[in-house]
C-alpha cells in the first residue's frame, strides 16, 4: 500500500520561509514523480512543484519560480519542498503524490492516481 506523509507546514509571516518534507513508501517503481500540489479554499487543486526520480527533472509552477526549490532523495523515497518570500497567494493545503509520470506531468492533476496522496499539510501565511 503506498503511503505519503507530509511535514512541516504552519504559519509564517509575509515574506518568510516554510520547508516541507513527504515520506513515500510502498512503492518499488525506480521510474517515477514526486509532486507537490496545493488547494486554497474555492480554488481547485493545482501543481506546484515536481521532481523525476530518473533524471532529476523539475517542474515549478509560474507562480513560485524562482521562489520554490524541491529536492528528492531517490534512495529514501522523499521528497522537499523549500518555500521562500511567501505571499498572500500561497495559502493553502499542500499535498505530496506520486505517480509513475515525469515530472512534467506536474500540471496535470488529474493524471496523478488518486490513491497514491498524502493528507495533507496546511500553509497559513499571514501577519
Known amino acids: 500500500q503506498v503511503q505519503l506523509v507530509e511535514s512541516g507546514g504552519g504559519l509564517v509571516q509575509p515574506g518568510g520561509s516554510l520547508r516541507l518534507a513527504c515520506a513515500a513508501s510502498?512503492?518499488?517503481?525506480?521510474?517515477?514523480?514526486l509532486g507537490w500540489f496545493r488547494q486554497a479554499p474555492g480554488k481547485e487543486r493545482e501543481g506546484v512543484s515536481c521532481i523525476s526520480s530518473i533524471d532529476g527533472n523539475t517542474y515549478y509552477a509560474d507562480s513560485v519560480k524562482g521562489r520554490f526549490t524541491t529536492s528528492g532523495d531517490n534512495a529514501k523515497h522523499t521528497v522537499s519542498l523549500q518555500m521562500n518570500s511567501l505571499n498572500p497567494e500561497d495559502p493553502a493545503v499542500y499535498f505530496c503524490?506520486?505517480?509513475?509520470?515525469?515530472?512534467?506531468?506536474?500540471?496535470?492533476?488529474?493524471?496523478?492516481?488518486?490513491?497514491?496522496w498524502g493528507q495533507g499539510t496546511q500553509v497559513t501565511v499571514s501577519s
Open positions: 503524490a506520486v505517480a509513475p509520470l515525469p515530472s512534467s506531468a506536474c500540471g496535470i492533476v488529474a493524471a496523478w492516481p488518486s490513491d497514491y
Open positions: 510502498g512503492f518499488t517503481s525506480d521510474s517515477y514523480a
